[in-house]
């Protein structure tokens, strides 16, 4: 017979032995690939194993009267072999809502092909394959059925596939419904409405996320976990938001003759001109929102507490200038929280 103290430690290491080793990962969001050898040796000394490439988007052509691909990423230089690629293709929603149940299955068949070129053409295979869209109840029945064609496509392959999952997503599962894949993202971001006021961050603010994070345990799918590093400007004329510029941050503006700083991070175009490929009138308004390493760390604990454990947890997103204003030990300590 063993004895109770024996027993106890075959117990332990047993449950030791279990227990699942959370992966480190980043996304990468740009349409050329190509990462610098300091971005590298970051990425080696955190252990990340996993790349979230994008490898193309997918929306509603117009004029064509068609779903088709945009943005499709070129590798400039192949993926270090340490790394894992996960394929993700970026579905716009409202190319759900133009096309029709029987276009589905064509739809799923082009994503495939294509994401299948991509990876082919640059020597990359992949065991995962996600899909990233924010549906509404009106595009559900499509999305979940383009969902369900190619994880039936994939299945032979032993390929499993993931899909982002907002929090809006989660706590109103009962109207969206939850995606029939292997694994869902969790993307802890986005969750406050993107507006003109000074004072609201759209990407993180822990009193919005406190609205979602109690459905999070109950979440009938595996989840992993995206984490925010990232910033953008909201182009505002006249009080009306005219778009998204991304991967800008304060440094983009201060210190511009163009613009000048008003109060709360909002910069004003003192003419019409053109900047980073976008066009400003006279009195536009530029409002940054930034998710500085305080407030990753931030959105990292808060989840921790509803979301215990996660397969993978992800930065979103690999970039020179988030590399530039985080040192590596904030990342690290971002995903101590799941070790």
């Given at each position: 017979?063993?004895?109770?103290?024996?027993?106890?430690?075959?117990?332990?290491?047993?449950?030791?032995?279990?227990?699942?080793?959370?992966?480190?990962?980043?996304?990468?969001?740009?349409?050329?690939?190509?990462?610098?050898?300091?971005?590298?040796?970051?990425?080696?000394?955190?252990?990340?194993?996993?790349?979230?490439?994008?490898?193309?988007?997918?929306?509603?052509?117009?004029?064509?009267?068609?779903?088709?691909?945009?943005?499709?990423?070129?590798?400039?230089?192949?993926?270090?072999?340490?790394?894992?690629?996960?394929?993700?293709?970026?579905?716009?929603?409202?190319?759900?809502?133009?096309?029709?149940?029987?276009?589905?299955?064509?739809?799923?068949?082009?994503?495939?092909?294509?994401?299948?070129?991509?990876?082919?053409?640059?020597?990359?295979?992949?065991?995962?394959?996600?899909?990233?869209?924010?549906?509404?109840?009106s595009t559900r029945e499509n999305y979940f059925a383009l969902l369900?064609?190619?994880?039936?496509?994939?299945?032979?392959?032993?390929?499993?596939?993931?899909?982002?999952?907002?929090?809006?997503?989660?706590?109103?599962?009962q109207i969206t419904g939850v995606p029939p894949v292997d694994r869902?993202?969790?993307?802890?971001?986005?969750?406050?409405?993107?507006?003109?006021?000074?004072?609201?961050?759209?990407?993180?603010?822990?009193?919005?996320?406190?609205?979602?994070?109690?459905?999070?345990?109950?979440?009938?799918?595996?989840?992993?976990?995206?984490?925010?590093?990232?910033?953008?400007?909201?182009?505002?004329?006249?009080?009306?938001?005219?778009?998204?510029?991304?991967?800008?941050?304060?440094?983009?503006?201060?210190?511009?003759?163009?613009?000048?700083?008003?109060?709360?991070?909002?910069?004003?175009?003192?003419?019409?001109?053109?900047?980073?490929?976008?066009?400003?009138?006279?009195?536009?308004?530029?409002?940054?929102?930034?998710?500085?390493?305080?407030?990753?760390?931030?959105?990292?604990?808060?989840?921790?507490?509803?979301?215990?454990?996660?397969?993978?947890?992800?930065?979103?997103?690999?970039?020179?200038?988030?590399?530039?204003?985080?040192?590596?030990?904030?990342?690290?300590?971002?995903?101590?929280?799941?070790?």
């Open positions: 017979m063993k004895s109770p103290k024996l027993s106890i430690l075959l117990l332990l290491l047993f449950v030791c032995s279990c227990k699942q080793e959370t992966s480190r990962a980043f996304y990468y969001w740009k349409s050329v690939y190509k990462i610098s050898s300091s971005q590298e040796k970051t990425l080696s000394d955190l252990k990340v194993t996993k790349l979230y490439i994008r490898f193309f988007d997918v929306d509603w052509n117009e004029s064509a009267g068609l779903v088709t691909p945009k943005a499709k990423i070129r590798f400039l230089e192949k993926p270090s072999g340490n790394f894992e690629i996960i394929p993700v293709v970026y579905i716009v929603n409202r190319s759900l809502q133009k096309i029709k149940a029987q276009q589905v299955t064509a739809m799923a068949s082009n994503i495939l092909k294509l994401t299948n070129e991509i990876a082919e053409n640059n020597n990359l295979s992949f065991s995962e394959f996600q899909l990233d869209c924010d549906w509404t109840e369900e064609t190619i994880k039936n496509n994939l299945a032979p392959k032993k390929i499993i596939i993931s899909a982002t999952i907002r929090l809006h997503q989660v706590k109103y599962q869902g993202m969790l993307m802890y971001y986005n969750m406050g409405k993107i507006n003109t006021d000074p004072a609201n961050n759209s990407i993180f603010n822990q009193d919005d996320a406190a609205k979602y994070i109690d459905y999070i345990p109950g979440y009938p799918l595996k989840l992993d976990a995206a984490l925010p590093a990232f910033s953008w400007g909201i182009h505002i004329r006249k009080g009306n938001i005219i778009e998204l510029l991304n991967n800008m941050a304060t440094g983009d503006f201060i210190n511009k003759g163009e613009f000048i700083k008003s109060e709360n991070n909002i910069y004003i175009a003192q003419k019409s001109f053109f900047y980073r490929g976008y066009y400003f009138m006279e009195g536009d308004e530029v409002k940054i929102e930034e998710t500085s390493p305080k407030e990753c760390h931030a959105a990292a604990k808060q989840l921790k507490s509803k979301l215990n454990s996660a397969g993978t947890v992800a930065i979103y997103h690999l970039d020179s200038l988030i590399f530039s204003r985080y040192e590596k030990q904030d990342f690290e300590k971002v995903f101590n929280y799941y070790r």
